[in-house]
């Protein structure tokens, strides 16, 4: 009875043959356990993630999916859509086939509902940490049908540069604009002061950061 006690564990197949790696199978299973039990993070036991920042990316991705099929989110959108003539026109239906729409509560524009998303009031912060996940989590999950709104793409767009540049809704919708106007070749640029009575020699106009500067003016003395 007392031989089995000494005997080595049998070697398994995970067991690494190669010669720089130490030889497991030789050890108690208890020292074994205390060998693998040691305080490793998940980002040091396997290759799929290599820093901790990349660990937390995919833990808020897992939990993301969980939101993209939140029921409370799903609900909320049934209660918001309804058939409007937005498809396609045919014979039948010649004023455009009826498909599900909803009002985008931003910009209060009608849009076909795979254009527009449900989306948090307020937003879910940052996860970076254990210490931030409770918060985290609950902010993204722990919703009801008053923590929601609905919005068209283009102004979830403008809310997320909002939101990660600290700027209000429509500061950020003038920022994206000019981001757009400078990204037209200089002429073309010129060609758009000049149409808006500007001479083209205008030393206010006359580099990038002061043609931006003006463009934004603009915008903001249009509201
Ligand atoms: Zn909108």
């Known amino acids: 009875m007392s031989g089995k006690k000494n005997k080595p564990c049998p070697k398994t197949s995970k067991d690494s043959d190669l010669p720089w790696e130490e030889d497991t199978s030789m050890m108690h299973p208890q020292e074994k356990m205390v060998k693998l039990d040691t305080e490793l993070e998940p980002w040091e036991c396997c290759d799929a993630w290599e820093t901790e920042a990349q660990y937390f ?3 808020r991705g897992a939990m993301r999916k969980a939101w993209c099929r939140h ?5 909320y959108m049934h209660l918001h859509r309804f058939k409007a003539p937005l498809g396609k026109v045919t014979f039948k ?3 455009g086939t009826p498909i599900w729409c909803t009002h985008c509560e ?20 940052g996860c970076k940490s254990w210490d931030e996940f409770n918060v985290w989590i609950k902010s993204l999950l722990h919703i009801n049908l008053t923590s929601l709104a609905i919005i068209c793409k283009p102004c979830h767009y403008i809310k997320s540069y909002a939101e990660q540049h600290d700027l209000t809704f429509e500061e950020a919708k003038i920022a994206k604009k000019a981001i757009a106007f400078m990204k037209q070749k200089t002429p073309q640029q010129f060609a758009w002061f000049a149409k808006h009575g500007w001479d083209v020699k205008d030393k206010r106009i006359s580099n990038i950061p002061k043609r931006k500067a003006a463009y934004k003016q603009f915008l903001k003395d249009l509201k």
């Open 57 to 59: 990316n995919w833990i």
């Open 93 to 95: 239906y010649p004023n």
């Open 71 to 75: 029921p409370v989110k799903i609900t």
């Open 106 to 125: 931003t910009c209060g524009k009608l849009f076909k509902e795979s254009k527009t998303e449900v989306d948090h009031k307020c937003r879910a912060g």
